[in-house]
């Protein structure tokens, strides 16, 4: 779909963002921008406020103030469904996926393309397996895994290869990763981090939230590091800094030494 495209490439701006669990002040004024085609990291201690700033973006709790603009645009983002709207989609550790249902079932869950007369409702699985073929290939796991493979006999990152696949084919301009590597070993993550790459590639943003500040450093464009509720930094070139001096960031040692 040819959405309109803002003219200085920035694809979601959160200005002044605050949020209040009764005396907890999650959001502190946060403002934050995702461009066209880039991949940010998000990273902060626990309580530093990411799955909040996430889930305002994504719909699933409100903002106690301040504003969302998406390609320029003022948003009201009030739920999930709003969101995607918006073209944004969030995957999280354990997407919505069903075990049971073949991966290219998942794929279309919900939005499932129908074949004949409209009152038969009968499913066209040859689509659904053709253009699941071709995702998978997209994202880079099409080697032996058939479309009709169960989601059940899948690894943890190939789940999250469909679920990554499936904000693509959807039409998701910003897919948001909530920890997408907790819990894998060493070539799942890997491949995670090959398909997060690759759905940049095709035209997608992503914001990538991991714990594993190596995982973030191979595969963003540029670290927003928060602390308490707010953005303590949000330029940090992961080419040009080392992996210490965001820690030390992270951790409220120095902002000196990283360009901020
Ligand atoms: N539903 C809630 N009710 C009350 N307080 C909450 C709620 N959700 C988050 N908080 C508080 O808001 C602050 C920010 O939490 P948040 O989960 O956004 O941080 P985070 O950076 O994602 O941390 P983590 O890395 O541990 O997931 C913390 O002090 C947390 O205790």
Do not use: W
């Not at 469904?81 to 075990?99: F, K, N, W």
């Not at 049971?100 to 007369?117: C, D, T, V, W, Y």
């Not at 073929?133 to 469909?162: D, H, M, W, Y």
């Not at 595969?219 to 928060?226: K, W």
Request: proline share 3%; net charge positive.
């Amino acid at each position: 779909m040819a959405r309109q495209h803002s003219a200085d490439g920035t694809l979601v701006r959160m200005v002044g963002i605050e949020k209040s669990y009764g005396r907890v002040r999650a959001l502190d004024g946060v403002d934050f921008t995702v461009r066209e085609r880039e991949i940010v990291g998000l990273l902060g201690d626990n309580g530093a406020g990411k799955s909040t700033l996430i889930k305002v973006l994504s719909g699933a709790v409100p903002a106690t103030g301040g504003a969302i603009y998406v390609r320029g645009e003022k948003a009201s983002i009030r739920s999930t469904t709003d969101a995607i709207g918006y073209g944004i989609e969030t995957i999280y550790q354990d997407s919505a996926l069903v075990t049971q249902l073949s991966i290219a079932r998942n794929l279309f869950l919900g939005r499932e393309p129908i074949k004949g007369p409209r009152l038969l409702n009968r499913l066209d699985h040859e689509r659904m397996n053709r253009v699941a073929g071709e995702l998978l290939r997209r994202v880079g796991i099409s080697k032996n895994i058939p479309p009709t493979t169960p989601i059940g006999s899948l690894s943890g990152g190939e789940r999250q290869a469909v679920a990554i696949a499936r904000a693509m084919y959807f039409d998701s301009d910003l897919i948001i990763l909530d920890e997408p590597t907790n819990n894998l070993g060493v070539a799942e993550t890997q491949g995670v981090l090959s398909f997060v790459r690759n759905a940049r590639d095709s035209g997608h943003s992503c914001i990538f939230i991991a714990h594993n500040i190596h995982h973030v450093f191979q595969v963003v464009d540029r670290i927003v590091v928060m602390r308490r509720g707010r953005v303590v930094a949000d330029d940090i070139d992961p080419k040009t800094s080392s992996v210490e001096a965001v820690e030390r960031v992270i951790t409220g040692m120095t902002e000196a030494g990283v360009h901020a």
